[in-house]
């Protein structure tokens, strides 16, 4: 049997050590995702249930409606599309030009009740909002009371 002195500044460099290599894993992922969405965007999505349909508003601003794509594939919703803006400033000993572009996709799985014949968009603000109608036989009460007799 080996007898080692207690040394805590051993137990101490080890803990440092594994920390920073995980300090460098964390920052080779912010890195990668950094590069990787470079181009992306991302838009914001809400989501709700009404009493006759289901809501999607989607976040796009400085998006143009020709830019959107909406369709249904098997059963599921995608909206997909590209921002390109430009700002150009000119002045008299100023000149700026800011770009900013990006293309993005979401899909939504569509839900049983839905009438996917009459789903409709509406773009407002820089708002998107995709309505999907609940079919009418879902609208029937769900709680179904059974007589005793």
């Known amino acids: 049997m080996l007898i080692t002195r207690y040394n805590p500044s051993n137990q101490m460099r080890e803990f440092r050590r594994g920390f920073d290599l995980l300090n460098t894993m964390l920052d080779g992922i912010n890195q990668e995702k950094e590069i990787s969405f470079k181009g992306d965007f991302s838009p914001t999505i809400n989501t709700r249930e009404g009493e006759f349909a289901y809501h999607i508003e989607v976040d796009l601003p400085g998006v143009k409606k020709d830019d959107i794509k909406i369709q249904v594939e098997d059963s599921t919703l995608i909206i997909s599309g590209e921002r390109k803006l430009k700002e150009e400033i000119k002045e008299e000993n100023y000149y700026k030009v800011e770009s900013s572009f990006g293309s993005f996709t979401r899909s939504f799985s ?31 009460d769900k709680v179904k009371k059974i007589e005793i007799k």
Request: charged share 30%.
């Open 110 to 140: 569509i839900p049983e009740d839905a009438d996917v014949e009459n789903i409709h968009a509406q773009s407002q603000d820089g708002v998107l909002e995709v309505i999907v109608p609940k079919l009418e036989s879902a609208k029937v």
